[in-house]
Structure formats: C-alpha cells, structure tokens
C-alpha cells in the first residue's frame, strides 16, 4: 500500500534561513507528488506538484526516486510561509484518484 | 468563481444522532472527494464520485456513514447513530476531471459529537 510520511510534526526557522520540509514516500511505480499547504484560517490549497518542476512561491520540491523522497525547500523563509504542510500522494490508478496525505508539518517562521 | 462550499461550517451532535453534511463543488467539476481529518492528522479518504456514481467508498469507516450526489452536483455525506470517534473535519474537495488533476478544498465541516 502507498504510504506517505513527514517525519517532523513541528518546524521552527528564522526569517531569512533555509528551510526543508521533509517528505518520504513508498509506491511501486512512477509517482506524482504534491504538497499542499493550509495557511491560518484558510482552506487547503495546492503549492506545486512535481511533474510541473515549478516554484511557488520560492517553494521547490525535488523527487528522489533513490532515497523516495520529496522534501520542500525554500533558500530564504518568509514569515508569511508560516502554515501547515502536507505531501500528498494519488491513487496511481483506476477509477478514483484520491490522495493519500501524511500526517503534516506545522511551519513557523519566526522573526 | 466560487470555490467549494461545505456546510454547516460547525456541527456539534449528541451521540446517537444523526448528522448531514453538505458540499457544493465548483461547477462543472466531474469527481468530488470527501475525506476526514482528525485532529493532528492529514485528510484520510472516504469516498469518491464520478458525476453521479460512487465509484469508490473504500474508505468510509462503518455502514453508518452514507454519501450520495445524486444529480452530478452537490453531495451529502451522511452519518448515522454518531460516535464520539466521528469528531473530525469533513473536507470535501472536486477536481476538474477524472486524471489526477489538483484538487479543490472546501472549508470543512467540523464535527463535534458529545
């Protein structure tokens, strides 16, 4: 069975330092992945999803198929990116395409 | 346009009653998604729609719990004889197509069952 896991509930970082949110994965086959995110007050929302290899809002994800892996990373964190996280994996086939989410990481950047 | 809307936005029940949860999904979107969210954890999958025909009810937890949309368009989950485990936050979410495509979440319903 698919499985995702974000092994750090909670994550502190200052404003301006590097931060990665960790995400690691089983699946047989070729995954797609995403992250979501949950920022204070709204509803969850898409951030990136891999196979578009793009950066939202300085946010980028790299797929290891090696180490299964699809941390976020972003260089310089924004107290505005204080939110929660989740990596989410789909269905890989058939007819629903529901997503298997891990369990979350709450991030606060601090001042 | 709008994005998803679920209500009620809070539902507090007694145990032993029976609850009905609303969604409306963006218009024109042909799957809709219900998870539960328990406190400290990610969505979990319940169900899922193609228009109007459950295609997969996987992950609903008990024979209480009942989910229909019956025109294609807004969905009701429905749980009966409530639990006190039942307290979580029902997402439902809708998708343009039936490919994977990201998904749209509504606000949630939280459920409080005393």
């Known amino acids: 069975a698919q499985r995702v896991t974000q092994p750090e509930k909670l994550l502190s970082v200052f404003k301006g330092a590097p931060v990665e949110l960790k995400c690691n994965y089983s699946?047989?086959?070729?995954?797609?992945l995403f992250w979501y995110v949950q920022y204070s007050r709204q509803r969850l929302q898409l951030l990136l999803r891999?196979?578009s290899r793009e950066s939202i809002k300085g946010f980028t994800a790299d797929l290891n198929k090696g180490e299964t892996s699809f941390h976020l990373k972003k260089p310089f964190a924004q107290e505005e990116d204080s939110a929660m996280y989740y990596c989410?994996?789909?269905?890989?086939?058939?007819?629903?395409?529901?997503?298997?989410f891990g369990s979350g990481t709450q991030l606060t950047v601090l001042p | 346009g709008a994005g998803v809307s679920q209500s009620p936005r809070y539902k507090v029940a007694k145990r032993g009653q029976d609850v009905a949860l609303r969604c409306d999904p963006i218009?024109?979107?042909?799957?809709l998604f219900w998870y539960q969210q328990a406190l400290g954890q990610g969505p979990e999958f319940l169900t899922y729609?193609?228009?109007?025909?459950?295609?997969?009810k996987s992950g609903l937890p008990s024979d209480r719990f009942f989910a229909e949309r019956p025109e294609g368009s807004v969905s009701t989950l429905k749980i009966q004889r409530t639990q006190q485990e039942d307290s979580a936050v029902y997402l439902c979410?809708?998708?343009?197509?039936?490919?994977?495509?990201?998904?749209?979440f509504g606000p949630g319903t939280r459920l409080t069952v005393t």
């Open positions: 989410a994996l789909p269905r890989p086939s058939g007819s629903a395409r529901q997503l298997t």
């Open positions: 699946y047989s086959g070729s995954p797609e």
């Open positions: 891999h196979i």
């Open positions: 979410a809708s998708s343009y197509g039936t490919g994977g495509e990201r998904q749209y």
């Open positions: 218009s024109g979107h042909v799957s």
């Open positions: 729609f193609q228009n109007e025909a459950q295609l997969d």
